[in-house]
């Protein structure tokens, strides 16, 4: 059984049919990487399994328990946290008050100050801004904040939608090292991206999403060697 | 095409500097006339300073109200006016009995702590149940209609309130204890002003430290910045957006008693609307949405009001100054809403996202 199973799940925006029936797997401890291109769905498709929409028609379920009608804010007690696409910082609070909204459904806080030294140690320039308001942060560091807010509720499955977008190439590499350490740690984790081929260095599998549906599925590996994938997504003729 | 828009927004735009600039001499030669011919003593001044101040807070403490809501989804919610006078109305029998069976005068300040709580307790109820049968099921509908709907609960509100108590007008009773005057500064200052200022500010150093350091605080704070985002870090936001009219609703139920202890013209179904909208006008003045902002215009606001009929329009020659009180407010609102939306301490509007 995986730790997350979709399965053939439909979601509208009112009338726009913006998922048409996606299936897709991620066992324990996997990096699963989802690629498409823009207005694929691949942002609908991480709303979808975080609980901030629901299909219509489709079933979603965590570690074998059904979580289709689940209200966003109930997943996270249950080990989902997302990374939004555009960051998603509390702009007007500081440093330190995101991390603590982080950790909002916790209440152990021995664990919340190790967790935040944690966070600290992998991104030191949080600690230095610490007191600073959120908005003040450069988009880098501001990936940092909504990264290290998502460790904070100590998920087991980590969504992260699209986290080098925007940002210089320099930090792109910083964020996908990232990504794997979190991951080393022993968190499993979805990422959306349309950097494929970097996505794709990184994961085991991947998928990729075309118009609301999954199209193809494999080894990340040998996504890297489709052809299909390196016209669409990689940019190789 | 472009050219004539560009032009006809420069007209409008010379229009309003041309009306700002008449504006501002009309309320200088007024200040000029007023304190050339020394029409008042500083005792005088004073008074009026302390009335406003006593008065002012008491419009802050609705403009939280309106703030904390609008906060959350940017929505006015102008039955506040009525949550307010639902406090103060079901309040007053009950500090009429008080007085009836000596209890205001044995232990006042006992007395007047569980007034207040009781006020607050039914603002606080009134407050929620119009979010829950009135706001809620419109959450997601265009934003004229929850608009339309305040202003329909507010009438209801009101009639209620005439069926359960009457059309007569009830006053608080006297409190021996807050007659007296204190001396600050060489002024005597009513007992009563004094004592409704420094409870309401209290109140306020509450509401900030609760918003400001509590868990619960920060998660209003991340709610009305980003709700979706707030839901993904595990916040209820249905229950943050029912704590905050809670709040508001607690804070206009103090401000009623206040009001009772403070003004002796008494309460009656209808006394909602103008603090109501005087209150509101606060919250724009301070930039709605604005906490310290809402405080601060409360306070401005009764200082306007206390000191603009004796200080520019008198100096101005027209009569019956203090009878144009009412209209202060109003004409603030006006020329608030035309030459700085965002009020004095806000950030622009637009900013903020549904
Ligand atoms: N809030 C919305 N309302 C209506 N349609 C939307 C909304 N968000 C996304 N869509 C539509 O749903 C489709 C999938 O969008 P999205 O999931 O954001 O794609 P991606 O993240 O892959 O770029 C697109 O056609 C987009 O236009
Ligand atoms: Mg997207």
Partial sequence: MAMLE???????????HALKGVTLEVNQG?????????????????RTISGLLHPRQGSISLDGEDITACPAHELVYRGIAMVPEGRGVFAKMSVQENLEMGAYHRSDRPGISADMERVFTLFPRLRERRRQVAGTLSGGEQQMLATGRALMSKPRLLLMDEPSMGLAPILVEGIFDTIQAINKEGTTVLLVEQNALMALSIASRGYVLQTGQIVLTDQAEKLKKNEMVQKAYLGIE | MF??????????????????????????????????????????????????LAQGSIYALI?????????????????????????????????????RTGFLARSPLIAIVILILFSAAISTTIAVLLERIAYRPLR?????????????????????????????????????????????????????QLVVFLA?????????????????????????????????????????????????????????VFNGLYRPQGVFFLMGFFPGIKAFTAAVLGGIG?????????????????????????????????????????????????????????????????
């Fill in chain 1, 6 to 16: 979709v399965r053939d799940i439909h979601t509208y925006y009112g009338n726009i």
């Fill in chain 1, 30 to 46: 996997e990096i699963v990487t989802l690629i498409g291109a823009n207005g694929a769905g691949k942002t609908t498709t991480l």
């Fill in chain 2, 3 to 52: 050219r004539r828009t560009l032009s006809r927004l420069s007209w409008v735009d010379l229009f309003l500097r041309a009306f700002q600039l008449v504006a501002a001499v009309v309320i200088i030669i007024g200040l000029v006339n007023t304190f050339t011919t020394a029409r008042y003593t500083s005792g005088q001044w004073a008074t009026l300073v302390f009335s406003g």
């Fill in chain 2, 63 to 99: 403009a939280l109200g309106y703030t904390l809501v609008y906060g959350i989804l940017l929505m006015i919610n102008f039955a506040h006016g009525e949550v307010y006078m639902a406090g103060a109305f079901s309040t007053v029998f009950l500090a009429i009995h008080f007085a």
């Fill in chain 2, 140 to 192: 997601n509908a265009p934003r004229l209609i929850p608009l339309i709907t305040a202003i329909g609960a507010s009438f209801a509100l009101q009639y209620t309130f005439r069926g359960l108590y009457g059309t007569q007008f009830r006053a608080y009773p006297d409190i021996a204890v807050l007659k007296g005057t204190w001396n600050i500064l060489g002024f005597d200052v009513p007992l009563v």
């Fill in chain 2, 200 to 256: 309401a500010l209290g109140l306020m150093v509450v509401l900030y430290w609760y918003v400001e350091r509590t868990r619960a605080g920060k998660a209003m704070r991340a709610v009305s910045e980003d709700k979706a985002v707030a839901r993904l870090m595990g916040i209820d936001i249905d229950k943050v957006i029912v704590s905050t009219f809670a709040l508001g609703g607690a804070l206009a139920g103090a401000a009623g």
């Fill in chain 2, 290 to 354: 604005n906490i310290p902002g809402a405080m601060m215009g409360g306070l401005l606001l009764g200082l306007i009001e206390s000191l603009g009929p004796n200080s520019v329009l008198e100096g101005l020659g027209i009569p019956a100054t203090n009878q144009l009180k009412d209209a202060i407010a109003f004409i603030m609102l006006v020329l608030i809403l035309i030459f700085r939306p965002q009020g004095i301490f806000g950030e622009r509007l637009a900013e903020k996202k549904a």
